[in-house]
């Protein structure tokens, strides 16, 4: 495959993976906001069911758990991908899959984030979907994350840098 249709095909693959990756992050936004809304505001009032407080202390525990072993997992998948594949088409599906699988993680910590302030309104919770944000934005799939995470140098660093030139309108 010469490199211009492979940069295609990772252009189209990039685009996919973004979108599915902002897909990841805007649906437990609002879904937190309202909660958080909720607990600060005082003006709402739900007539929400009384759970034990255990269940207060094991979401937040497995919400630790999760922000920790997604990085701990991404960095295992990435560095799998840097020793074992030599293509760089299949170099950026790798990254592709771990990229979103590690913001699938993130869904799930932003809608349990939720869920804990909605019913506990532990702070704990807002401080676990605040540090949830910062991977969110220091992990967001751009050409110059992938170079970096996978090592690339020479023909493969430039062909991957190419995916964030818009293509021309004719």
């Known amino acids: ?3 211009e249709n492979q940069v ?5 693959d990039f685009r996919v993976l973004e979108r599915n990756v902002l897909l990841l992050i805007a649906i437990p936004l609002p879904i937190f906001a309202f909660a958080y809304m909720y607990v600060t505001s005082g003006n709402l009032e739900f007539n929400l069911p009384e759970l034990p407080q255990v269940f207060n202390y094991v979401i937040l525990g497995l919400v630790s758990a999760v922000l920790v072993m997604q990085q701990i997992a991404y960095t295992k998948r990435i560095r799998v991908i840097r020793g074992n594949t030599d293509d760089l088409n299949q170099k950026i599906k790798g990254y592709a899959r771990a990229i979103f699988l ?3 993680h993130l869904f799930w910590v932003g809608i349990l984030s939720a869920f804990g302030l909605f019913f506990y309104e532990n702070q704990g919770f807002t401080i676990a979907y605040a540090v949830t944000l910062v991977f969110v934005s220091l992990s967001k799939p751009m050409p110059n994350r992938v170079v970096s995470a996978l090592h690339l140098k020479g023909d493969e660093k430039e062909m991957v840098m190419e995916i964030q030139k818009r293509d021309e309108l004719d």
């Open 1 to 3: 495959m010469d490199s």
């Open 102 to 104: 590690r913001y699938w």
């Open 8 to 12: 295609e095909l990772m252009k189209k």
